[in-house]
């Protein structure tokens, strides 16, 4: 019944996180009085006490594995969202942190992620910023280009996504892919500095449609396929089909995301 561990030190940034999301999904839950489910109903579910999953939504206690995902399976979560819990709460695969700009970014990460033959780039958690691109990335996506070193803050994901506009014309599926950037965006606004949310925010609500995506869940549809539709900037050559993948490295552990969109040789999408 304790329901699962403290988060300390560098873990408490991803329990924030995971914590606003169990607590949206229990808002957005009706008892069977048509209600809104209590935190006493929903610990219940979970087979946890009141006061351990209290510390869940708090971000103060890490779920175990077996009791959140008993929770999501009676509260029928998406596939999609349950998967992102899970890595949440499983000791390993987030390493978020507020950190200066610029990060430690070593001549090794380089090499790796240079000699991918596909876009790729490194993004720092829970900002979204733009560490390193690979060249194959500025050439398929150049608004992803990384600050200079001397820059006073960083290149953003999700500020170039809303103000950029090649991202409208490179992203064929545009409206789902930036809404789900900012729907993450709202759960892991938590595990930001104060000060470089309100830059993101400040700089995304230059784009009419951030208001709406900020407030509203994006189609849970989109969530079903990874796969992407990227068109040629230039127009040199014609629209390909991508998967959208993300990853931490394992071995050796590494702080920053990968983010790579391989060609989909297997899928043929009308562009």
């Given at each position: 019944?304790?329901?699962?561990?403290?988060?300390?030190?560098?873990?408490?940034q991803?329990?924030?996180?995971?914590?606003?999301?169990?607590?949206?999904?229990?808002?957005?839950?009706?008892?069977?009085?048509?209600?809104?489910?209590?935190?006493?109903?929903?610990?219940?579910?979970?087979?946890?006490?009141?006061?351990?999953?209290?510390?869940?939504?708090?971000?103060?206690?890490?779920?175990?594995?077996?009791?959140?995902?008993?929770?999501?399976?009676?509260?029928?979560?998406?596939?999609?969202?349950?998967?992102?819990?899970?890595?949440?709460?499983?000791?390993?695969?987030?390493?978020v942190?507020?950190?200066?700009?610029?990060?430690k970014?070593?001549?090794?990460?380089?090499?790796?992620?240079?000699?991918?033959?596909?876009?790729?780039?490194?993004?720092?958690?829970p900002?979204?910023?733009?560490?390193y691109?690979?060249?194959?990335?500025?050439?398929?996506?150049?608004?992803?280009?990384?600050?200079?070193?001397?820059?006073?803050?960083?290149?953003?994901?999700?500020?170039?996504?809303?103000?950029?506009?090649?991202?409208?014309?490179?992203?064929?599926?545009?409206?789902?892919?930036?809404?789900?950037?900012?729907?993450?965006?709202?759960?892991?606004?938590r595990?930001?500095?104060?000060t470089?949310?309100?830059?993101?925010?400040?700089t995304?609500?230059?784009?009419?449609?951030?208001?709406?995506?900020?407030?509203?869940?994006?189609?849970?549809?989109g969530?079903?396929?990874?796969?992407?539709?990227?068109?040629?900037?230039?127009?040199?050559?014609?629209?390909?089909?991508?998967?959208?993948?993300?990853?931490?490295?394992?071995?050796?552990?590494?702080d920053?995301?990968?983010?790579?969109?391989?060609?989909?040789?297997?899928?043929?999408?009308?562009?």
């Open positions: 019944m304790f329901g699962g561990t403290t988060a300390a030190g560098s873990n408490w991803p329990m924030l996180v995971l914590g606003a999301m169990i607590q949206e999904l229990r808002r957005s839950r009706r008892s069977s009085c048509g209600t809104t489910l209590t935190q006493v109903q929903a610990a219940e579910l979970a087979g946890v006490s009141v006061s351990a999953y209290s510390k869940w939504e708090e971000g103060r206690r890490r779920p175990l594995p077996e009791n959140l995902l008993t929770l999501c399976r009676a509260l029928e979560v998406e596939d999609w969202k349950t998967r992102k819990m899970m890595a949440l709460a499983s000791e390993s695969p987030y390493r942190e507020m950190g200066k700009w610029p990060p970014i070593t001549d090794e990460d380089i090499t790796v992620i240079e000699a991918l033959p596909f876009p790729a780039l490194y993004r720092k958690l900002e979204y910023e733009i560490i691109a690979n060249q194959t990335c500025l050439e398929v996506y150049p608004m992803f280009a990384p600050a200079p070193p001397d820059s006073p803050r960083p290149a953003n994901m999700i500020e170039r996504m809303m103000t950029d506009d090649r991202s409208r014309v490179i992203f064929a599926d545009w409206p789902v892919i930036a809404h789900q950037m900012v729907y993450m965006m709202r759960f892991w606004s595990g930001m500095s104060p470089r949310f309100a830059e993101i925010m400040l995304c609500q230059q784009n009419p449609d951030f208001d709406y995506m900020w407030k509203n869940d994006p189609p849970a549809h969530f079903d396929s990874n796969r992407i539709r990227v068109r040629d900037l230039t127009g040199r050559r014609a629209a390909s089909n991508k998967i959208l993948r993300s990853w931490f490295p394992s071995h050796p552990r590494g920053f995301e990968i983010v790579a969109t391989p060609d989909d040789v297997r899928a043929e999408i009308p562009t």
